[in-house]
């Protein structure tokens, strides 16, 4: 009589983030690709770190930049993190 094979709860946990990395794979695969305009890049790269806000008579601007290390271990490698983004909010009556 063949025994049955328990499967731990850490396989369905792994197999789960497996499942969703092909997908996004796949996904990413499939994607038209994005030109990159290197202004942006270089706004970007200049910004400073934190939130700001600006507001004129039409437009509120908004500027974010959150950068993060981590490192496994001590003298490990590292992992560098950046996210950085610009927003525009215009309304106007009519």
Excluded: C, H
Excluded at 41 to 51: H, S, Y
Excluded at 57 to 81: D, W, Y
């Amino acid at each position: 009589m063949p025994l049955a094979l328990p499967l731990s709860p850490i396989f369905w946990t792994i197999f789960r983030y497996a499942l969703i990395a092909g997908l996004a794979a796949a996904a990413a695969r499939r994607a038209d690709p994005v030109p990159r305009d290197q202004r942006v890049e270089d706004i970007l790269d200049n910004m400073d770190e934190g939130v700001t806000m600006r507001r004129d008579e039409e437009t509120t601007r908004m500027a974010a930049k959150i950068g993060r290390t981590l490192r496994f271990g001590p003298g490990g490698p590292g992992l560098s993190m950046e996210f950085a983004g610009l927003g525009r909010l215009k309304l106007r009556r009519l």
